[in-house]
């Protein structure tokens, strides 16, 4: 059994799992595109089944998001080692070689990375709340490269093990296995969970801009989702070959780096992220429009498109620390953003696979996706206003803050 130690655990340390933890919550999902084909022969699936294979974890995240912030009681540190665990266990379970183990694999992985996305960026307002733009830049740029990795050696790694794609999906338990072992040799295993604050309470499903922070996140990940889901599919059938298309669908998720590292040192010294948001917004829909225009000039439409959708990630899960005043407050934010988000996020996938069929061509399913970019740069604008959740309301309901204590700790949702 672990002996609790009450002091707060090195900054290295803690660093270095929440990168580990952030490596862990892309991978596994974005592994499967470049596998789709693969999949689809193997089980024959249509075009909306295999969509379903990317719709499951955002379904989930939708389901789960929402329930996350109260797992935090029980200690960040623990909560975030319980859903490594989970996606490990997930991820094994996909790979088992079964139709029913690919779904049910599948969504126990969304689960485990809902918690993760949820309470990483609390973790990360509690210990450095003074770096919270320039630190999520960080940890955006280590999702990008690792699911860059992942979907770059997928299908090579399906090809050369003689197994398939069954150990290519599995490869990707490694990395919630190396934040696990972080997140175990943290100083405050238990510690945080020890304590019992005193809770506010404010109307969070009825403040402005914790909407326009989720409407933000979650068309900028309907997009960026459906890409994941379908990119190698589109290039495939506009003529490029399997491993063209892995590459380039790794090159999108590269590029995403791009914007973060610019943003990592402009980010703290901006107070209105509007224009940034908005900017990041258009790129994405010049990315999917050029993709349609001059698809031999696939490259460039992708790192554009990766770009938009990289800066925009920063940006909005940043503005999840941003735009709340504690750890609590981020984690309810969070929760309601990549709940509610990521659930209108889930239809992505499934929906333009489904008009796909409809229309048997990919323009005008990719012309609704670059609409959808245009409307997020209006809610970008509104979301990167220098104003929080807890100032929209005079006096919040609830119980009065302990003497003390700071008007905005602990923030819980009603």
């Excluded at 665990?85 to 599948?106: E, F, K, M, N």
Aim: with cysteine; charged share 10%.
């Amino acid at each position: 059994m672990r002996t609790p130690i009450a002091r707060m655990p090195s900054s290295t340390r803690l660093m270095k799992s929440a990168l580990f933890i952030a490596a862990s919550l892309r991978a596994p999902i974005t592994i499967i595109g470049p596998l789709t084909d693969g999949l689809r022969a193997t089980f024959h699936l249509g075009a909306a089944e295999a969509g379903l294979l990317t719709a499951l974890p955002l379904l989930a995240f939708a389901v789960v998001s929402p329930f996350a912030a109260w797992l935090a009681k029980y200690g960040l540190e623990k909560s975030l080692f319980g859903a490594m665990a989970l996606i490990t266990a997930g991820i094994l379970v996909r790979s088992a070689g079964s139709l029913w183990s690919l779904y049910v694999g599948t969504c126990v992985i969304g689960c485990g990375v809902a918690v993760g996305n949820v309470l990483l960026p609390s973790l990360l307002k509690r210990e450095f709340s003074d770096h919270m733009a320039s630190l999520t830049a960080t940890y955006v740029i280590i999702m990008a490269l690792a699911a860059a990795c992942a979907s770059v050696v997928a299908v090579p790694l399906a090809r050369a093990s003689g197994f398939g794609w069954p150990i290519a999906l599995g490869s990707t338990a490694v990395l919630p296995l190396l934040a696990g072992a972080w997140i175990w040799k943290l100083d405050n295993w238990a510690a945080s969970s020890n304590s019992n604050p005193i809770q506010r309470k404010y109307r969070i499903w009825s403040s402005a801009i914790a909407w326009q922070v989720t409407l933000f996140l979650g068309l900028n990940s309907f997009v960026y989702y459906v890409a994941i889901g379908w990119l190698p599919s589109i290039l495939i059938e506009f003529g490029y070959s399997p491993e063209q298309a892995g590459s380039l669908h790794g090159a999108m998720q590269i590029s995403g780096a791009i914007p973060a590292l610019l943003l990592i040192p402009a980010a703290s010294r901006v107070r209105d992220h509007g224009k940034i948001a908005a900017g990041s917004s258009l790129l994405s829909a010049i990315g999917i429009i050029g993709l349609i225009l001059e698809p031999n000039r696939a490259g460039l439409w992708i790192v554009a498109f990766g770009a938009g959708t990289g800066a925009a990630l920063v940006l909005g899960l940043s503005f999840l620390g941003l735009r709340a005043s504690s750890s609590h407050g981020t984690a309810v934010l969070s929760g309601m953003a990549q709940g509610v988000g990521y659930g209108l996020a889930a239809a992505g996938p499934p929906l333009i696979g489904a008009f796909r069929q409809t229309q048997n061509a990919w323009t005008l399913p990719l012309l609704a996706c670059a609409v959808l970019c245009v409307l997020m740069s209006v809610l970008g604008m509104l979301a990167g206003r220098s104003v929080t959740i807890e100032s929209q309301h005079d006096e919040p309901s609830g119980r009065e803050s302990e003497p003390g204590r700071r008007p905005a700790d602990d923030a819980q949702v009603t």
